[in-house]
């Protein structure tokens, strides 16, 4: 099983990232053994990759890196690097390798601090690897600060330091990034694709996996989760049923209130299981007894930590909301080809009896604008908007139709 075999429905963009590999690969070797460099290669030091969300992007890259630091003794009788049970491979792609850097938005924005110490790692050699790789998830969160220090490291790198940045898609990077980056754009994979993976390395009965991956459209990640944790199941049969419940202003009022409590009670329990552990390691770290003081001069330190992980709560809350948001989108979007007459796939079989109460109920017109205000919803939470007052506005749109 190679590095490959997790990029779902991506065959191009596998097929280009494996000629890469191995054109890094003869590059490394050459320079090993003092031999002149190959004139042309598919290799670069820097690249792009959007795609919408769930197309896999993070995965591309980070199959990517696995490759580049891929140590297989088959490649010495001609086997491709990416063999995905190497030493190289296994850590890459687990994040513990100590040459592949990852860094991904705690809160709304990588802030430039956030980025120094990567930067600076980026002009340094591989410690034990083949390359120095540093892996940006969340390349369209950079502001303007961390991107010019990001564009600065891209314009001069090390010979052997490899960029990978993530992005929706190539309008979210800076020009200046995206014009020293090759760029390679994922699609959605398909509903049977996602299906098939979720039947093949998951183990999920076959109903199970077509019902989640038709619910989320393609989306790799929450199809998995979907299709393996009942909760998430629970929260979204939840969400599917708020559309029949808004009748009056003190329903829309209480149904927000839902939605806000239930994305924050996801933040609070990620917390629970992340923020502890974090903090006694960092006293560890610094020097403190069990359950003793910090040594003096390190206050500094776990304020920094815990401003990291106040800005990961929010982060975490508005990330579940919009996953409620898509729910609903999606709902609607359902409601609109019944009202059209189109023959494009229902995703939310499972509500079919709402459906078609709210398709006979209402006009295009009215769900189009429906559509249209959880749209605006989740262009108010990146603004900063409170949720709650977000979501009560969406909410009263909804009603009004």
């Given at each position: 099983?190679?590095?490959?075999?997790?990029?779902?429905?991506?065959?191009?963009?596998?097929?280009?990232?494996?000629?890469?590999?191995?054109?890094?690969?003869?590059?490394?070797?050459?320079?090993?053994?003092?031999?002149?460099?190959?004139?042309?290669?598919?290799?670069?030091?820097?690249?792009?990759?959007?795609?919408?969300?769930?197309?896999?992007?993070?995965?591309?890259?980070?199959?990517?890196?696995?490759?580049?630091?891929?140590?297989?003794?088959?490649?010495?009788?001609?086997?491709?690097?990416?063999?995905?049970?190497?030493?190289?491979?296994?850590?890459?792609?687990?994040?513990?390798?100590?040459?592949?850097?990852?860094?991904?938005?705690?809160?709304?924005?990588?802030?430039?601090?956030?980025?120094?110490?990567?930067?600076?790692?980026?002009?340094?050699?591989?410690?034990?690897?083949?390359?120095?790789?540093?892996?940006?998830?969340?390349?369209?969160?950079?502001n303007e600060k961390s991107a010019n220090a990001v564009l600065k490291a891209v314009e001069e790198p090390a010979p052997r330091t490899?960029?990978?940045?993530?992005?929706?898609?190539?309008?979210?990077?800076?020009?200046?990034?995206?014009?020293?980056?090759?760029?390679?754009?994922?699609?959605?994979?398909?509903?049977?694709?996602?299906?098939?993976?979720?039947?093949?390395?998951?183990?999920?009965?076959?109903?199970?996996?077509?019902?989640?991956?038709?619910?989320?459209?393609?989306?790799?990640?929450?199809?998995?989760?979907?299709?393996?944790?009942?909760?998430?199941?629970?929260?979204?049969?939840?969400?599917?049923?708020?559309?029949?419940?808004?009748?009056?202003?003190?329903?829309?009022?209480?149904?927000?209130?839902?939605?806000?409590?239930?994305?924050?009670?996801?933040?609070?329990?990620?917390?629970?299981?992340?923020?502890?552990?974090?903090?006694?390691?960092?006293?560890?770290?610094?020097?403190?007894?069990?359950?003793?003081?910090?040594?003096?001069?390190?206050?500094?330190?776990?304020?920094?930590?815990?401003?990291?992980?106040?800005r990961r709560r929010t982060r975490t809350q508005r990330d579940s909301l919009d996953i409620a948001l898509g729910d609903l989108t999606?709902?609607?979007?359902?409601?609109?080809?019944?009202?059209?007459?189109?023959?494009?796939?229902?995703?939310?079989?499972?509500?079919?009896?709402?459906?078609?109460?709210?398709?006979?109920?209402?006009?295009?017109?009215?769900?189009?604008?429906?559509?249209?205000?959880?749209?605006?919803?989740?262009?108010?939470?990146?603004?900063?908007?409170?949720?709650?007052?977000?979501?009560?506005?969406?909410?009263?749109?909804?009603?009004?139709?």
């Amino acid at each position: 099983m190679t590095v490959w075999d997790d990029l779902v429905g991506q065959e191009k963009v596998s097929a280009v990232l494996d000629a890469a590999a191995r054109d890094a690969d003869a590059l490394v070797t050459a320079a090993a053994a003092d031999e002149p460099l190959p004139e042309a290669s598919k290799m670069t030091h820097a690249w792009l990759f959007t795609g919408p969300p769930g197309a896999g992007r993070s995965q591309a890259a980070r199959a990517f890196a696995a490759a580049l630091q891929c140590v297989s003794p088959d490649r010495a009788l001609g086997g491709a690097p990416g063999c995905g049970f190497c030493d190289g491979c296994h850590t890459a792609l687990l994040g513990t390798h100590a040459d592949v850097t990852t860094v991904a938005a705690v809160g709304a924005e990588i802030l430039v601090k956030d980025m120094r110490d990567t930067v600076r790692k980026s002009f340094t050699a591989p410690a034990n690897g083949r390359w120095q790789i540093i892996l940006v998830e969340d390349a369209e969160r950079l502001n303007e600060k961390s991107a010019n220090a990001v564009l600065k490291a891209v314009e001069e790198p090390a010979p052997r330091t490899v960029w990978l940045l993530c992005a929706p898609s190539i309008e979210d990077v800076l020009p200046t990034i995206r014009s020293r980056c090759r760029h390679l754009n994922l699609r959605t994979p398909s509903v049977d694709a996602v299906a098939d993976m979720l039947v093949r390395r998951d183990g999920i009965e076959p109903g199970v996996a077509a019902a989640a991956a038709r619910a989320t459209q393609g989306h790799v990640d929450r199809a998995r989760r979907l299709a393996t944790d009942p909760a998430a199941r629970e929260r979204r049969a939840a969400v599917l049923k708020l559309p029949l419940r808004l009748d009056e202003v003190g329903a829309c009022l209480k149904a927000a209130q839902e939605l806000v409590d239930a994305a924050a009670e996801d933040a609070k329990q990620l917390a629970e299981e992340m923020d502890g552990k974090e903090a006694e390691e960092l006293k560890a770290a610094l020097g403190a007894a069990q359950g003793g003081r910090l040594p003096r001069g390190t206050a500094g330190v776990m304020k920094d930590l815990e401003d990291m992980q106040k800005r990961r709560r929010t982060r975490t809350q508005r990330d579940s909301l919009d996953i409620a948001l898509g729910d609903l989108t999606a709902f609607y979007r359902d409601v609109l080809a019944l009202q059209l007459g189109s023959r494009v796939a229902i995703a939310n079989g499972d509500a079919e009896d709402a459906l078609q109460r709210l398709a006979r109920g209402s006009t295009p017109e009215s769900t189009l604008r429906r559509i249209e205000a959880i749209a605006a919803c989740r262009e108010a939470l990146d603004r900063n908007v409170a949720p709650l007052l977000a979501v009560e506005a969406m909410t009263m749109a909804l009603r009004a139709g």
